[in-house]
């Protein structure tokens, strides 16, 4: 009889073939599983170049498991970096949970890599096909600063629309949650189809996703995305150039103006293909008379040298 309870795979069989993975360094394993090296607090792709001790080694199944335990990406194999699998799998994997506290605490918070280098490399090539877009602006016909911008037509690429509608369903229980803060007599749809619709009954039918264009001396003067009545209070960028490669200087910076005090600074730090949710206008912050309105804006400092393009994923329309 114990024969037939003897287990065709056993516990500890998972961990064994996970970890043949990491002595073959196997490239193929990458993304199935990442591994956790206690010693030194960072988590590795499988094919990590790092010769860590099997004891000292654990397993996890995503990124957002790794980093809820305190570790933090391998500077030898940037799992961070690592793109895999579809759109919506890559959104589910970030942690909310840390990017809504993020977001609460400071208005903006680093979502991770959510685009590949053949993905940026796509939209850059596609910045110049004029039947993608509804508008270009010059910012400096303007006074917006120096470079220049391009919305997208409606219906956009598939994989902006994409991220506009599934960024809007993880962000939108924020902006309730805001929006009830800061005592707005409003609720924002659960999906961005519905959102649209309240957009367009306020006047707002024109499609706000961009892909932003700067050269050596170009800049972006700090300012809020605002365009008629309708706002979400929430957006993204993804930066589509390697900085230090693509490009030098050009900073995302933020600004915070609390009542009674002098604006804070902040500088977000990005990487190709990495994204950002801040806030586009105000957002609420707990002080010690309840709550008040924290005033946001943001810009880009100035291009030094090459290039620089980044996709920007507003999710109200414009008037």
Known sequence: MSASLRLVHPPEAPDSARWDAVARRDAAADGTFWSCVKTTGVYCLPSCAGRPKRENVVFVETRAEAEAAGFRPCKRCRPDRFVMGALQDRISEIDWARAHAALKADGWARLGRLLSDGECAALIAAYEEDALYRSRVVMRRHGFGEGEYRY??????????????????????????????????????????????????????????????YGPGDYNRLHQDLYGGEVFPIQVA??????????????????????????????????????????????????????YRVKMRHGVSEVRSAARYCLGVIFHDAS
């Open 152 to 213: 997208f037509a409606d219906p956009a690429p598939e994989i902006v629309s994409a991220l506009r509608t599934k960024l809007y369903d993880r962000l939108a229980p924020l902006a309730n949650e805001w929006a009830q803060a800061l005592k707005q007599d409003r609720a924002y749809p659960r999906d961005h189809v519905a959102y649209r619709k309240v957009c367009a009954k306020a006047g707002q039918k024109r499609p706000t996703p961009l892909i932003l264009k």
């Open 238 to 291: 993804i930066l589509l150039s390697e900085p230090g490669r693509d490009f030098e200087g050009g900073e995302f910076v933020m600004t915070e103006q609390t009542p009674r005090r002098q604006s804070r600074a902040m500088v977000a730090p990005l990487e190709k293909g990495s994204a950002i949710a801040f806030a586009v206008n105000e957002r609420p912050m707990e002080g010690a008379r309840g709550t």
